[in-house]
C-alpha cells in the first residue's frame, strides 16, 4: 500500500493547483457543479493508496526517497484520473446539451445547465466511488466508527456436553448444566422423531 501521507498530498496538491491555477474564462471544464469531480479524486486517491507503486529494487532505499517516489506517482496518477474525469464530464456535457437543445429552447438549456449537467455526473461519480471502495474494501474506515460490533456466541451441543461430563469425573462441579443439555438433547431428538413420523 501507498503511504497515507504522500496519498493525502497529493491530493492537497491537486486541489492547491485547482485553486491557484483555475482560470473560468479560459476553462476547458465543463460548468457542472464541482462535487462529482471531488468524489471521483477521492476515488482516485483510494485506488492509489491500495495499490504499492514501489519497484522490486527501490525497496532497500531509505524511507524518505520512497515517500518522494511516491508522492510523484500518486501526483502523476491523480492528475491522470482527473483528466480522464473532466474529458468524460466533457463528453457528457456536450452530449446533454445537444439533447436539450433540440427538445427545449437554447436559452433555457443554457440557464439550467449546471443542474442538468449534475444530474447525470453527480451519480456516476457517486457510483463509481462505490465500485472504488468496494473493490478496496476501505468503507470499514469510514462504517467502523458509526456501527456496534456485536458477537454471538453459538454453543455446541455434543462439544459441551462432553467437556462437561469429562470434568465432573474431575471432581468440577458442573452438573446441573450437563443434566440440561442432556434434556434439551433428548427433547431435540424427539422432536425430530416426531416430525419425521408426521
Not at 82 to 101: D, N
Not at 106 to 133: D, H, M, N, Q, R
Not at 139 to 159: G, S
Request: with cysteine; charged share 15%; hydrophobic share 45%.
Amino acid at each position: 500500500m501507498t503511504n497515507l501521507m504522500c496519498v493525502c498530498l497529493a491530493g492537497i496538491v491537486r486541489v492547491w493547483q485547482y485553486f491557484v491555477f483555475f482560470d473560468e474564462m479560459n476553462s476547458p471544464y465543463s460548468p457542472g457543479p464541482i462535487l462529482p469531480t471531488v468524489l471521483f479524486g477521492i476515488s482516485v486517491l483510494d485506488l492509489i493508496y491500495d495499490n504499492d507503486f514501489i519497484p522490486a529494487r527501490f525497496r532497500f532505499m531509505p524511507k524518505f526517497f520512497k515517500w518522494i517516489y511516491e508522492f510523484g506517482v500518486s501526483v502523476v496518477l491523480l492528475q491522470i484520473g482527473l483528466q480522464i474525469w473532466e474529458s468524460a464530464e466533457l463528453i457528457i456535457y456536450t452530449t446533454i446539451k445537444y439533447m436539450l437543445c433540440s427538445a427545449l429552447s437554447v436559452s433555457v438549456v443554457e440557464k439550467y445547465e449546471y443542474y442538468w449537467l449534475g444530474c447525470f455526473t453527480l451519480p456516476l461519480s457517486y457510483l463509481i466511488l462505490a465500485l472504488i471502495g468496494h473493490a478496496t474494501n476501505h468503507f470499514y474506515l469510514l462504517w467502523a466508527p458509526c456501527t456496534i460490533t456485536r458477537t454471538t456466541a453459538t454453543l455446541l451441543v455434543n462439544p459441551t456436553l462432553k467437556y462437561l461430563l469429562r470434568n465432573k469425573k474431575r471432581n468440577v462441579r458442573l452438573p446441573s448444566f450437563a443434566a440440561i443439555l442432556q434434556r434439551r438433547m433428548m427433547q431435540a431428538a424427539t422432536e425430530r422423531r416426531n416430525r419425521r413420523a408426521t
